[in-house]
């Protein structure tokens, strides 16, 4: 089914935002700016990142549980909870989702 399109070009402008904000933590630390400083734009950077996965991630489990609850096959059914499921308990944990 995809991304819905507005969601798309929600989640492409912030992550566009993200991706500037990277290059001014990278500016930062070539300037030699407070440590401080920069640790609080990582911080702002990871806020963000996490409330564009909460988007995204919410359109899937309502994508996924519709095709979960109409497909006939019990396996398929399954199937695609368990996934769901998977990825809930990972999201939030990065280095748990490679």
Known sequence: MGIDPTLKRNAQTRLKRIAGQVGGIERMLEDGRDGLDVVRQVTAVQAALMETG?????????????????????????????????????????????
């Open 54 to 98: 909460r988007l995204l991630l919410a359109a899937h489990v309502e994508e996924s549980l519709a095709s979960a609850l109409e497909s006939q096959d019990p396996a398929r059914r399954r199937e695609r909870i368990d996934a769901l499921s998977g990825l809930l308990l990972r999201f939030g944990r990065p280095e748990d989702l490679t």
